[in-house]
């Protein structure tokens, strides 16, 4: 429970409670709000009444009208900062709507607050995230305050399930798509195609059933501009919006088809279904090239010469070899060499290839999802317990009504974060193979050319001359493989990488 300011000294006694002082300005039309001065000095008044010394103070204009202006950071990312540096033990803001712009706002501020043993305070009440019970009642005024702002009222709250049943659009809005609004009631009068989003989302269908890769899609798309303004196309569009069926007028809630839905379809069924096998199927590889047969001539090198020739295969004594094609300074059967290769890069796919991917970034965004995630879907099972869970009056502690807003705001929410967790610009060879438990099945189903464009993007292969003539075994140091982000690797050349518009 939460609990009132001036209880809090007695509860930790010998704490000073260094305040973190936020203040936002709300869109609000009828300014029943109060100004952000007007907050602040609420707030300090509260901070002189309970002896909290203000640390700092964080101020958010109205960016409503300048949403697109370049400013990359606000004060709630100051604030943010400010909580995860220790700066402060207490944020203090005027009422719940000043933090919460919207569910991510809160659930970023709550575990910036748990993990740094912070506490929120508000509406005059002073709560301790790190209990279930404040972080309950916390994201109940979150789930108020994201209504309020949205503007949503009673007449118009219909419950999620029983419009998605209906086909009516609800929650975010699908790229490619836009709304229009009634603007006397603000009633939803239709979703329509984009007049240019909807074309290229289109496109991408088309170009993929063409047999182009989402890379190349990709990379034509980021030349082409932004996806939205100030967003940037990144990996993880493409996949998602490829597989999304509502793009084919299905209405999906909780990941299930549940008919069709009222707006129209950007692709037509048919090029959806096609799209759904292309990109389905984990084999999909990029580069075709037939001429070569063996998995390694022309990409693992002699260990021997200076400038690393290239390994070429010849015949000998009835079988075959991997030999230097500048002369006889290395040689392995091929079997051996494809062998060795082969183990080692499989065993690195499962356990290390998706690290060795990552960039820095990406590690970093990719962990800040995962946190993200388990605090949405911490939140999502709390409203549902929440709901199964029934008073005196046999009332649930939470509407059906809520829940199913809730629902319908956190489940994009998720399955966002679950993207965002998982991005990894792996080259498209890679793409369903890395992390892969059927490893070893998914390698032989490859053509040679295929797994040829796996080692050329995982590994460098070098040979070294045998101790003594007439030695066929494989002793240690013989074959040295430097596998990507490890010391000594060098990115090879790519064929037909560009090129895959066939
Ligand atoms: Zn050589």
Redesign the pocket.
């Known amino acids: 429970m939460p609990i009132a300011p001036e209880y809090l000294h007695l509860v930790h006694p010998d704490t000073v409670f260094h305040a973190l002082l936020y203040g936002r300005a709300s869109r609000d039309p009828k300014k029943r709000g109060r100004s952000v001065e007007d907050q602040l000095d609420t707030g300090t008044e509260m901070c002189d009444t309970y002896n909290w010394p203000v640390a700092e103070v964080f101020k958010d204009i109205d960016r409503s009208a300048s949403r697109h202006a370049r400013r990359a950071r606000d004060d709630f990312e100051a604030l943010i900062d400010a909580i995860e540096a220790g700066r402060g033990r207490i944020v203090v803001a005027f009422e719940a709507s000043r933090y919460y712009r919207d569910i991510e706002a809160y659930i970023r501020l709550r575990n910036a607050c748990m993990a740094a043993n912070v506490l929120l305070c508000y509406n005059g009440q002073v709560y301790d995230l790190s209990k279930r019970e404040d972080r309950k009642a916390t994201a109940q005024d979150a789930i108020a305050a994201e209504d309020e702002a949205d503007g949503i009222r009673d007449r118009n709250l219909r419950t999620a399930r029983s419009t998605a049943k209906k086909g009516t659009p609800h929650g975010r809005i699908l790229y490619g798509y836009a709304r229009r609004y009634d603007p006397d009631t603000g009633d939803l009068i239709e979703q329509y195609k984009h007049p240019t989003r909807g074309p290229l989302v289109r496109e991408a269908f088309e170009r993929v059933a063409a047999g182009e890769t989402e890379y190349s899609i990709l990379q034509d798309f980021r030349s082409r501009g932004e996806r939205l303004p100030g967003i940037e196309w990144q990996y993880y569009h493409l996949p998602t919006m490829l597989r999304n069926p509502g793009y084919a007028g299905q209405r999906v809630f909780q990941g299930k088809v549940l008919g069709e839905a009222k707006w129209p379809p950007i692709v037509p069924r048919d090029l959806f279904d096609q799209v759904q096998q292309i990109v389905r199927d984990p084999a999909r590889l990029t580069t075709k090239d037939w001429s070569v047969r063996y998995l390694l001539s022309g990409i693992a090198?002699?260990?021997?010469?200076e400038h690393?020739?290239h390994l070429r295969v010849v015949k000998t004594r009835g079988h075959r070899a991997y030999q230097?094609?500048?002369?006889y300074?290395?040689m392995m059967r091929t079997k051996m060499l494809e062998g060795y290769v082969e183990q080692a890069l499989l065993k690195w796919l499962e356990l290390r290839a998706t690290d060795a991917f990552r960039t820095d970034d990406q590690q970093v965004k990719a962990a800040k999802a995962r946190t993200r995630l388990a605090g949405l879907k911490q939140q999502l099972a709390d409203a549902q317990e929440k709901a199964a869970t029934f008073d005196d009056g046999g009332r649930p502690l939470l509407s059906v009504d809520s829940l199913t807003t809730l629902e319908a705001r956190l489940v994009p929410m998720i399955e966002a974060a679950e993207a965002e967790s998982r991005v990894v610009q792996v080259p498209p060879v890679l793409v369903g193979l890395i992390g892969a438990s059927d490893m070893e099945k998914r390698w032989k189903d490859l053509t040679t050319e295929q797994q040829r464009a796996v080692v050329r993007q995982c590994v460098n292969v070098r040979l070294h001359r045998a101790r003594a003539r007439g030695i066929r075994t494989i002793e240690p140091g013989r074959i040295v493989l430097a596998f990507v982000g490890e010391e000594g690797f060098r990115a090879q050349p790519r064929h037909a990488r560009g090129a895959a518009r066939e």
């Open positions: 090198r002699c260990g021997e010469c690393a020739p230097c094609s500048e002369g300074h290395t």
